[in-house]
């Protein structure tokens, strides 16, 4: 099982990312995925998950900022990420059961 994140990068305050997870190695449909994130010093957070059946729950200072979804056909997770502050910057990680993806740093300026 893999899953390969990507999509991190530089922002000003304000502004908007997305982030992907594309997942291989088992049959997508059937779990839920969360995108979790740590900042330096800090410990690691939840920030956004869904299940197999669309039902969606973010982290209290996300919400109404970040939407996940999912892409059966393409075996994808998605993050959009808008209004980014800087307290959102952060390693991001996707993850499924047990498997963690490797992180991709977000890093927003203010």
């Known amino acids: 099982v893999q899953l390969q994140a990507f999509g991190g990068g530089l922002v000003q305050a304000g502004g908007s990312l997305r982030l992907s997870c594309v997942v291989s190695g088992l049959d997508f449909d059937d779990y839920a995925i969360g995108w979790f994130r740590q900042a330096p010093g800090k410990e690691r957070e939840g920030a956004a998950c869904i299940n197999s059946g669309g039902i969606t729950n973010y982290l209290d200072s996300v919400k109404g900022r970040f939407s996940i979804s999912r892409d059966k056909a393409k075996n994808t997770v998605y993050l959009q990420m808008n209004s980014l502050k800087p307290e959102d910057t952060a390693v991001y990680y996707c993850?499924?059961?047990?498997?963690w993806g490797k992180g991709t740093q977000v890093t927003v300026s203010s």
């Open positions: 993850k499924l059961d047990h498997y």
